[in-house]
């Protein structure tokens, strides 16, 4: 188990459920502050955010590779850094909205993109740090944020085995916190048959660490699916309605949404149960409801039981329908009523 604030966050746990503020604050600390006290209502049990700007993120470059010349992108026709401009959480926010998060007994931490921010956010007490995928190549700051001895959770998104090796790695010889992976996707949004969830048990297996999902598909199915593979911690995008526009908007989860996918997420959980056979407790008092052997017509005693005067029916208080040809061609002792139930001990 891994513990961030009050929860604990293992195979043994519920699901831990993030709603990633990222963007969609739209450039307004009210709508961010909004967005928490919806967040509060769907159950969530952490709100993260993004601590970079346009500066330590990237370079104010206008053409080549620092253009965004992907028409299926949903930020076609950007720099990087208009970009990461309209997208950072300034950091003078970070303190009053996590506040707002304490106050409403939430937990709330953020994905640091260099080293200027993890010391920032010590500085807020921030319980935990989120590696983004496209920084988990980034060993240096893998081990500047698991130093700090809290919990560290690295999305997987493009990394290779090898890759994610060397982060889970880094994590784990430079602090004692913790360390969960999650798998991710980097497409926006993502397509559901790339996800490949099977990955989560196999990453578990292959790195000795729990996993979760960073979830960009559209919808709940893919996060609610990744339960019953073993993911101890989902991850989505939110806003309060994706109509409002925003770098994220499109593949971000609206409040009803994220209810859902708190309380779906929780049921999957609770429905794995363990490996189990026969009635369980809920079950018992349905085992009446089966098949059993009856008498159908009223017969006199030391007449014979034929297919025209015994079957199987419900309910269940007769003997059990595989004893039908053992009893076929068997004498009754004594006056049997339609209706019936067949045993044993009516038997010559």
């Known amino acids: 188990m891994i513990r961030i604030g009050d929860k604990e966050i293992g195979c043994g746990a519920p699901p831990f459920v993030i709603a990633e503020l990222s963007g969609n604050h739209n450039q307004s600390l009210d709508r961010a502050l909004a967005i928490v006290d919806a967040a509060v209502e769907t159950g969530v049990h952490c709100v993260k955010l993004q601590t970079y700007t346009a500066d330590t993120i990237t370079l104010d470059i206008k053409e080549r590779e620092f253009f965004i010349g992907d028409p299926s992108s949903p ?14 959480t300034p950091w003078e926010w970070h303190e009053p909205i996590m506040k707002r998060c304490r106050e409403h007994g939430l937990l709330c931490f953020s994905s640091p993109f260099d080293d200027t921010a993890v010391d920032f956010l010590e500085e807020l007490n921030a319980p935990a740090y989120k590696i983004a995928s496209p920084e ?17 959770i690295i999305s997987s998104g493009m990394a290779s085995e090898e890759e994610l090796a060397e982060a889970v790695e880094a994590a784990k010889s430079a602090g004692d916190g913790g360390v969960i992976l999650l798998k991710c996707t980097t497409d926006y949004p993502a397509d559901a048959s790339d996800a490949n969830l099977m990955t989560i048990p196999n990453m578990r297996e292959r790195f000795g660490v729990d996993v979760g999902l960073s979830d960009h598909t559209l919808g709940i199915g893919v996060a609610v699916a990744s339960v019953a593979l073993g993911s101890v911690l989902i991850e989505k995008h939110f806003t309060l309605a994706r109509s409002d526009g925003g770098v994220d908007a499109a593949f971000s989860l609206e409040p009803a949404e994220m209810k859902s996918l708190v309380e779906e997420s929780l049921r999957a959980w609770n429905a794995l149960g363990h490996a189990t056979y026969g009635p369980s407790k809920a079950e018992e008092k349905n085992l009446v409801g089966r098949r059993s052997l009856y008498i159908t017509q009223d017969i006199r005693a030391g007449e014979e039981l034929t297919a025209d005067n015994v079957r199987s029916i419900r309910p269940g208080l007769g003997l059990p329908p595989k004893h039908l040809d053992e ?13 019936t139930p067949l045993h044993w001990s009516l038997l010559e």
Do not use: C, F
């Open 327 to 339: 009893v076929l061609g068997r004498k009754v002792k004594k006056d049997v009523a339609r209706g």
């Open 75 to 88: 930020w076609y026709g950007q720099s990087m850094y208009e970009l990461y401009e309209k997208a950072h």
């Open 136 to 152: 988990n190549v980034d060993i240096p700051l893998i081990r500047k944020a698991a130093s700090t001895g809290k919990p560290v």
